[in-house]
């Protein structure tokens, strides 16, 4: 049902296509791939090829110069770019921010209510400095997002002007610092690990969390003789959506505005629901997202912009441009390693760390 102007409280705003994980991507994806089988390959294993591809799909995400959904309001006639994104898992702080939020979500509808039931204790102990009260669906839901949240939280790192990464956490028993300062392709060598592929798994559940186990018991009821719908063949919609659509847009609108608390489909000027007037994707359609993008004035494609200069490595770094041993690495103004703060883990609203949309 449409709304009204002034009953219009959301107003969806894109985030910024850039940030300091992409231009780390950017000037140091090449020189890992270089150096891989010499430096890193002994400690992480091969580089798959697929992980190329990821990283640069990731450096594309949130850019409307590689794609975007275009949305129009049957209303007013406003229109609205919406970017596409690169659902990379493991690497993109947004797109694992939204697959966190749906896996939280299955978790609380379909698996936890069935576990609990079937809870037996086994006399083992667990944590218990977080506590979840009963019937605080999004206390609970924030708990479980926090267990699929992203290896890397933006607020955390800080990419130098000498061309080193800058990552602050808590304090490490191991490495005897509660930060790393490494060169950038070390610091893609670290992440790579967390980077998962197709079909790669890191939360197994056993038991009644087990899909296999909740069918066979009749948790789930099993869908029999129902044909899936399949994605239009034409990106360009036209007349009324497809079911497919409309599910599909839906979910992915819904995710958006739990991020953000921001609606990507309500009109900021008349409050009209908006629809999807065509999905213009690169490189086949550049030429339409340059012109497009040139009327609205927003055409400042990334191999245009200008780059911050950044110098080398100190003369004291380390192999791969780390501090050596023994090197005494200096702090940020007004930045005390020795404070301890916990609230690295979570954001001012007590959601988990790390962006995402």
């Known amino acids: 049902m449409p709304g009204t102007a002034a009953g219009v409280g959301l107003a969806y705003r894109p985030r910024s296509p850039s940030n300091a994980l992409k231009d780390i991507v950017e000037d140091h994806l090449g020189e890992l791939l270089r150096v891989w089988d010499e430096r890193f390959r002994k400690d992480h294993g091969p580089f798959h090829p697929r992980l190329e591809k990821l990283f640069e799909a990731f450096g594309r995400c949130g850019d409307p110069h590689h794609g975007f959904l275009r949305l129009r309001c049957p209303g007013c006639a406003f229109e609205r770019l919406v970017p596409f994104s690169c659902k990379a898992r493991g690497l993109c702080p947004s797109c694992q921010k939204k697959r966190a939020i749906a896996w939280a979500e299955r978790m609380v509808e379909e698996v936890l209510p069935h576990l609990l039931r079937s809870w037996v204790h086994s006399g083992f102990h667990v944590n218990s400095d977080r506590r979840v009260e009963a019937g605080d669906r999004r206390g609970l839901e924030s708990l479980l997002e926090y267990m ?152 400042n494609p990334p191999w245009l912009r200008a780059k911050p200069p950044r110098g080398p490595p100190p003369a004291n770094a380390g192999p791969g441009g780390s501090p050596s041993v023994g090197t005494r690495i200096e702090y940020e103004e007004g930045y005390d390693p020795n404070r301890e703060d916990w609230e690295f883990d979570r954001d001012p609203e007590g959601q988990s760390a790390g962006p995402n949309a």
């Open 148 to 299: 699929e949240r992203a290896p890397v939280a933006l607020e955390r790192l800080t990419y130098r002007p000498d061309g080193r990464v800058l990552y602050r956490g808590k304090f490490h028993p191991v490495l005897g610092t509660d930060h790393r300062l490494v060169a950038g392709e070390e610091f893609l060598a670290l992440l790579v690990p967390h980077v998962l592929l197709r079909y790669e798994c890191v939360i197994r559940c056993y038991g009644a969390a087990s899909t296999a186990i909740r069918k066979k018991f009749g948790w789930i009821k099993k869908k029999t003789g129902e044909i899936q719908p399949q994605p239009p063949a034409v990106p360009v919609l036209k007349g009324e959506e497809s079911g497919f659509v409309k599910v599909r847009r839906r979910n992915w609108a819904r995710l958006i505005m739990k991020v953000w608390l921001d609606d990507p489909e309500v009109c900021p000027k008349c409050g009209e629901r908006m629809k999807v007037l065509a999905a213009i994707s690169s490189p086949s359609q550049d030429g339409v997202i340059e012109k497009i993008l040139r009327a609205r004035g927003e055409w």
